[in-house]
């Protein structure tokens, strides 16, 4: 997307100044890696700014209670709910939201600035049967190869945590970008959070301060990552019955 592109979504949405010329200039230093474009007749308004925020981030903090990341849908899982979103589309349409949202998937292993990612996933996730009881085995197992990788934290928010103060946060996504050569950010931190309607780009200190306060919260409220695997593992076992 060029950035004048950007500058007219962020006018559109009624982004502050100081976020629309962070997002100007993330638009105009990945317009070279812009791949994305390809799949423009299926990107929803304003999406495709996240997909080039996700694309130059150093670090991604995720937390999320009802559904998998698209980070780490596997196709079937996907598929179900882009259906389910897009009743009215065709096959051939669904289909190029899955392949867009696939191809997403690649930063999680290509060879440079791969990022770091750190993802706390409710229990929830773990039992709803998205697609049937085979295709979350599926998206369960591949939950576990995911937490393998060396640049992915992975926990799970067990259903006996009980009351912690992150839960009022809501999902979000806070991205933080690589360091100048003087060690300080090429761009301040953002944080995104998807709604049913639109999405919301935040990026005020006192915004970033308080989603910064919920996610520690959250990651300490979790459990540790060997945990989280061995609960993963069981739900899929549990579908696998």
């Known amino acids: ?16 100044d100081d976020l629309t010329q962070s997002l100007m200039a993330l638009a105009k230093e990945t317009k070279a890696r812009g791949w994305w474009l390809s799949y423009s007749d299926v990107i929803n308004e304003g999406f495709d700014v996240y997909i080039g925020l996700e694309e130059a981030a150093a670090c991604l903090r995720w937390y999320e209670m009802e559904l998998v990341p698209g980070l780490f849908q ?3 899982y996907a598929r179900t709910l882009i259906r389910a979103d897009n009743p009215d589309n065709d096959t051939a349409e669904i289909e190029r939201r899955v392949q867009l949202r696939i191809a997403r998937q690649t930063l999680l ?11 706390v996933l409710g229990e929830a ?4 049967p998205v697609g049937g009881e085979k295709v979350m085995s599926a998206q369960l197992t591949r939950l576990i190869e995911v937490s393998d990788l060396p640049n992915v934290e992975l926990k799970v928010m067990p259903f006996e945590a009980g009351m912690y103060a ?3 946060s809501g999902p979000f996504t806070m991205l933080e970008f690589p360091l100048n050569g003087n060690g300080k ?9 998807d709604g049913f309607t639109g999405a919301l780009f935040l990026d005020k ?17 979790a459990l540790d990552e060997a ?3 061995d609960l993963i593992a069981k739900a899929a076992r549990e579908f696998e019955q």
């Open 205 to 221: 200190p006192h915004e970033i301060e308080r989603y910064d306060t919920a996610f520690n919260d959250i990651w300490r409220a």
């Open 1 to 16: 997307m060029r950035s004048l592109d950007v500058e007219s979504i962020c006018r559109i949405y009624g982004a502050p």
């Open 185 to 193: 950010p090429t761009e301040p931190p953002i944080v995104y959070v």
């Open 166 to 168: 992150g839960i009022m």
């Open 227 to 229: 945990a989280s695997r």
């Open 109 to 119: 292993t290509r060879v440079t600035n791969r990022p770091e990612l750190r993802v």
């Open 125 to 128: 996730i773990l039992r709803r």
């Open 74 to 76: 596997i196709a079937d």
